[in-house]
């Protein structure tokens, strides 16, 4: 299908639950992805902080082809042995024991409610339902996710909305030891806020978030859809924090692009769920289960993430100075690679216009560009980035344009 006519019948025959860009891409190789008409991009948003092995890395290619011919999908009726291995791994290098799998980020996020709920009420009584989360997260679509993240724009629509539900502000402590009362079930953290503009939670407010919840026996949920998987530099950008939670949620980069997600959770909590409580058709089937446990080997060898940690460190800091050479006020934001740069109402013209040149980036928050390179980036594909990134902010031509 010609471009023009995919766009036509896709605005014909798809939900409009996207604003998309007026391309197609159709195949990958490492950090660079082309579209239907042979045009290359340097993919710094890897599908949303899903790629982040980068594209047809031949080792998943070799696990998916593997799989694909052995079993793909049993039920969660029968013991699958990637699904257990997976479990292994994923609590080998957690602080977790036990892991529930699904195939979202939202997903994940709705079964950490759930167990959130019943663990309360198991252990405390009724009353201690409440879920807060933080103004300005974000947590999932679903109707229980889409409460949960903090954002209005989102909840408008869609009344009525579950309840059960409250805000904090972010990093304000003294505002979270009230919020957190003897109703509240569980409290979400992303520790890097995403989608909501690429903030990194305080210290001082994890520490005092992870205090609150010990004193008051509420569980503390790290919501690690995207800051998770290496993203940060870390395996978990917890560990970055030293700070513990009780649950946490997984997905995106988990399978490089094979959906699946999964709730990990330690001591009781991880006991909270028995057969019928909860379940997923497709959780963890056989070959989603079987990439992520390629996924985990090649991010826990020892090289791997320190390898992120000096790649990212170098980055933010060239897109610091970038900035500064730009004449951009904002500072950047974030932890390994997963970095912001506010830039004002003018996000969206120049993500538009690094496609144009070859770049491909996001913008969240309405005004922060977001910068989420394949984990496996090379120094000169960061350069590249760089240099179009340096054309756009300057208005100067650079090579790669149409
Ligand atoms: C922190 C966080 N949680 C949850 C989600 C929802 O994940 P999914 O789109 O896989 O349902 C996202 C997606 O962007 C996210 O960034």
Redesign the pocket.
């Known amino acids: 299908m010609e471009l023009a006519e995919l766009m036509e019948t896709g605005e014909q025959r798809l939900m409009r639950t996207y604003a998309r860009l007026p391309v197609a891409l159709c195949r990958g190789e490492g950090a660079w992805v082309w579209d239907t008409e042979g045009k290359r991009y340097l993919d710094f948003v890897t599908g949303?902080a899903v790629t982040s092995l980068g594209h047809a890395h031949p080792e998943i290619v070799r696990v998916v082809r593997e799989q694909a011919g052995l079993l793909l999908h049993t039920s969660n009726l029968y013991w699958n042995e990637p699904q257990t291995r997976l479990a292994k791994a994923l609590t080998d290098h957690s602080f977790a024991d036990k892991a529930f799998f699904c195939n979202?980020?939202?997903?994940a996020?709705e079964g950490a409610i759930k167990l959130a709920r019943k663990y309360a009420k198991q252990n405390y009584g009724p009353h201690k339902t409440k879920i807060i989360s933080l103004r300005g997260s974000?947590?999932?679509?679903t109707l229980a996710t889409l409460t949960a993240t903090g954002q209005d724009k989102y909840h408008r629509d869609y009344e009525p909305l579950p309840a059960g539900f409250a805000y904090a502000e972010r990093d304000d402590a003294a505002a979270l030891e009230e919020i957190l009362d003897g109703q509240t079930a569980a409290l979400f953290l992303?520790p890097v806020l995403?989608?909501g503009g690429v903030f990194p939670l305080s210290r001082e407010f994890m520490l005092a978030a992870r205090n609150i919840c010990a004193k008051k026996g509420i569980l503390l949920v790290f919501?690690e859809?995207?800051s998770g998987m290496g993203r940060s530099g870390y395996l978990f950008a917890h560990e970055a924090y030293g700070v513990t939670p009780d649950v946490m949620t997984l997905?995106?980069a988990l399978g490089n692009g094979i959906p699946i997600?999964a709730v990990l959770a330690r001591g009781q909590a991880a006991e909270t769920f028995a057969p019928g409580d909860h379940a997923s058709t497709f959780g963890g089937n056989l070959l989603a289960a079987a990439v992520a446990n390629k996924v985990v080997e090649i991010m826990t060898q020892a090289d791997f993430l320190p390898q992120v940690r000096e790649k990212s460190a170098w980055f933010a800091a060239e897109l610091g100075k970038l900035a500064r050479k730009a004449g951009i006020p904002g500072q950047v934001r974030g932890m390994g690679f997963m970095l912001g740069l506010p830039v004002g109402e003018s996000g969206p013209r120049l993500v538009e216009e690094c496609r144009r040149r070859g770049l491909l980036l996001n913008c969240v928050g309405g005004d922060t560009l977001r910068f989420l390179p394949p984990l496996t980036v090379s120094r000169a594909e960061m350069e590249t980035a760089l240099e179009i990134l340096a054309g756009v902010l300057t208005g100067r031509e650079t090579a790669g344009g149409e």
Do not use: I, Y
């Open positions: 949303l979202s980020g939202a997903e996020n974000f947590h999932g679509r992303e995403g989608e919501d859809v995207q997905a995106k997600g």
